[in-house]
């Protein structure tokens, strides 16, 4: 009876000691430096994003939050570094609704996209803007739709595979029209080609297109967003226009490796959203053409999974082969 009690009090000794390990790491956490990978160049929204991020966290926290760029391979040398990272959470990956269009372009990749990473935070969402050369005889979606049906339009993306490409392929199977798809190496030159006559039309981000808008080189005709948004006042909404049940919005996330604890992911996703609703934030946000888009970790769960399928879908109808 005595061994009996002795093993019963080791057992319930050990388990006391186990079972608050999740915990301690929360409320430890951090314990030092988070680096926040950004897997495209410097100077762009994404890299602006995630170093207001940082900067908020590091305030939060009264310990160090930095953004390390990693850029190559759209992305994808930044993700893999944290996708193989030690799952502790002082490796993050900061990327963008880019992710899973080029995931779905990809054949084989060194990590597995879906379940290498988990989802920690939203961080923003902007709708984008359909816009054509003032060429073309359309000014609103149902216009549009009628002369692509009647006549040949080709349209400008920042590269196969991107936003840009599959947001217009996305609408294009909506509206059930077919477009010729003609890549540039950047949105930026995309634009250049919408505005020079090269191309019909382009489905670009507010700050991309709508200052060439309002020069008259271009026409706005809807946005993407399932209803019209402050963000891009006076314009109706793709899916209120001819396409209902159409939308799109470009994103920007905070991902973990697999296999971190759901403590310190929930911690993370706290600090987070509340560097979001700072004033300072906001107005940052606001010069991009986004909002701030907090979410709990469980709204957040399939978030790639229905991203990537959602891409590979539209890149399969484009006739899009993986590489």
Same mark, same amino acid.
């Given at each position: 009876?005595?061994?009996?009690?002795?093993?019963?009090?080791?057992?319930?000794?050990?388990?006391?000691?186990?079972?608050?390990?999740?915990?301690?790491?929360?409320?430890?956490?951090?314990?030092?430096?988070?680096?926040?990978?950004?897997?495209?160049?410097?100077?762009?929204?994404?890299?602006?994003?995630?170093?207001?991020?940082?900067?908020?966290?590091?305030?939060?926290?009264?310990?160090?939050?930095?953004?390390?760029?990693?850029?190559?391979?759209?992305?994808?040398?930044?993700?893999?570094?944290?996708?193989?990272?030690?799952?502790?959470?002082?490796?993050?990956?900061?990327?963008?609704?880019?992710?899973?269009?080029?995931?779905? #372009?990809? %054949?084989?990749?060194?990590?597995? *996209?879906?379940?290498?990473?988990?989802?920690? &935070?939203?961080? !923003? /969402? @902007?709708?984008?803007?359909?816009?054509?050369?003032?060429?073309?005889?359309?000014?609103?979606?149902?216009?549009?739709?009628?002369?692509?049906?009647?006549?040949?339009?080709?349209?400008?993306?920042?590269?196969?595979?991107?936003?840009?490409?599959?947001?217009?392929?996305?609408?294009?199977?909506?509206?059930?029209?077919?477009?010729?798809?003609?890549?540039?190496?950047?949105?930026?030159?995309?634009?250049?080609?919408?505005?020079?006559?090269? #191309?019909? %039309?382009?489905?670009?981000?507010? *700050?991309?297109?709508?200052?060439?808008?309002? &020069?008259?080189? !271009? /026409? @706005?005709?809807?946005?993407?967003?399932?209803?019209?948004?402050?963000?891009?006042?006076?314009?109706?909404?793709?899916?209120?226009?001819?396409?209902?049940?159409?939308?799109?919005?470009?994103?920007?996330?905070?991902?973990?490796?697999?296999?971190?604890?759901?403590?310190?992911?929930?911690?993370?996703?706290?600090?987070?959203?509340?560097?979001?609703?700072?004033?300072?934030?906001?107005?940052?946000?606001?010069?991009?053409?986004?909002?701030?888009?907090?979410?709990?970790?469980?709204?957040?769960?399939?978030?790639?999974?229905?991203?990537?399928?959602?891409?590979?879908? @539209?890149?399969?109808?484009?006739?899009?082969?993986?590489?």
């Amino acid at each position: 009876m005595k061994l009996k009690n002795v093993l019963l009090n080791t057992v319930v000794c050990v388990v006391g000691t186990v079972m608050p390990l999740g915990t301690q790491a929360a409320e430890s956490y951090p314990a030092k430096t988070v680096t926040i990978i950004m897997p495209y160049s410097a100077g762009g929204s994404s890299d602006i994003l995630a170093r207001a991020v940082a900067k908020g966290l590091s305030e939060t926290w009264g310990r160090q939050a930095i953004v390390e760029n990693r850029p190559g391979a759209s992305g994808m040398i930044g993700a893999e570094v944290v996708a193989k990272a030690a799952p502790d959470g002082y490796t993050l990956l900061s990327t963008t609704s880019s992710y899973p269009g080029t995931v779905a #372009v990809r %054949a084989k990749l060194p990590f597995d *996209p879906e379940r290498g990473l988990v989802p920690v &935070a939203m961080i !923003a /969402r @902007a709708p984008i803007v359909l816009a054509v050369h003032p060429s073309v005889p359309a000014k609103t979606v149902k216009e549009f739709i009628a002369v692509a049906k009647k006549r040949p339009l080709n349209y400008s993306s920042s590269g196969t595979g991107g936003n840009n490409h599959i947001a217009m392929e996305l609408f294009s199977q909506a509206a059930g029209i077919k477009m010729q798809h003609i890549p540039y190496k950047g949105i930026a030159p995309g634009v250049i080609a919408l505005v020079s006559g090269e #191309v019909d %039309a382009i489905i670009a981000s507010s *700050p991309a297109v709508m200052s060439q808008v309002k &020069a008259g080189k !271009a /026409r @706005a005709i809807a946005v993407s967003s399932a209803k019209p948004t402050p963000l891009i006042p006076g314009l109706p909404a793709i899916a209120e226009s001819g396409v209902p049940g159409f939308t799109y919005e470009n994103w920007w996330g905070l991902f973990a490796p697999a296999g971190t604890p759901a403590s310190i992911v929930s911690t993370l996703n706290s600090a987070v959203n509340k560097v979001l609703v700072s004033a300072e934030m906001k107005q940052l946000l606001e010069r991009e053409g986004a909002e701030a888009a907090p979410m709990t970790v469980a709204q957040l769960a399939d978030l790639l999974p229905k991203e990537i399928g959602r891409y590979r879908k @539209a890149a399969q109808a484009a006739g899009l082969k993986p590489e």
